[in-house]
């Protein structure tokens, strides 16, 4: 029966797939010929985005009824509670410290990721924003690895530096196994619906925001 849902979700997928090549940002970085002040903006804008969706999962597992749903949601909060602790590091390497954190104006587009988040967590159907997630997920692991890699190779980051990227890049076991099992839960109770769809859609696109916001005006 998983099949169905592995289909679902292997669908969308390929619906985003053309948008997953369209980030700009990404690709300067690969190359080596992004300036290295995008680190920065990066650490300063996910000082924001981590909190805030640690937060939208957090809410997301209090009103999953799918206890499977439910842990989910909690997981990703946990991971989200590991990848703040990452942060410092890449702020301190980028020349960020408290201060300057405190002082730094976020940019709406980079924002507008986590803004859709909250709002998928207060208004999405927990089943619709896993397959939401789960097509954004692909392409943000695939991104960080990228990063991760690069920041090495072309820009001497050290290990702590990059430890943020490793995180989010770096493939979870059972992942796929578990997120088609509770997308077929969904689909079962009824829980699934059009929605998803476009959930999927417009978080993949203010997923690409958030990086070609920072390709614009890095200096």
Not at 47 to 53: E, F, K, L, N
Not at 105 to 120: D, I, K, T, V
């Amino acid at each position: 029966m998983v099949q169905k849902a592995r289909e679902l979700l292997d669908a969308v997928h390929e619906e985003l797939a053309p948008m997953e090549n369209d980030n700009r940002l990404v690709e300067l970085i690969a190359a080596g010929t992004a300036p290295r002040s995008v680190f920065r903006l990066i650490a300063a804008e996910e000082s924001r985005i981590v909190p805030a969706d640690w937060r939208s999962f957090l809410h997301l597992a209090s009103r999953s009824e799918h206890l499977g749903t439910r842990e989910y949601f909690a997981g990703l909060a946990q991971g989200e509670g590991i990848a703040l602790g990452k942060l410092p590091a890449l702020a301190a390497a980028t020349g960020l410290d408290d201060e300057a954190l405190r002082k730094y104006q976020p940019l709406a587009g980079c924002q507008a990721y986590p803004s859709f988040m909250s709002w998928m967590a207060l208004h999405g159907k927990p089943a619709d924003v896993v397959i939401a997630l789960d097509a954004n997920f692909a392409a943000f692991g695939g991104y960080c690895a990228t990063i991760a890699k690069a920041m090495r190779e072309h820009y001497g980051f050290d290990d702590d530096a990059c430890a943020f990227f490793d995180f989010f890049g770096t493939p979870v076991p059972g992942a796929e196994e578990q997120t088609a099992a509770l997308v077929q839960a969904g689909l079962d109770s009824g829980e699934c619906s059009d929605e998803a769809r476009i959930y999927a859609r417009l978080f993949q696109t203010y997923e690409l925001m958030f990086w070609n916001t920072i390709a614009d005006v890095a200096e």
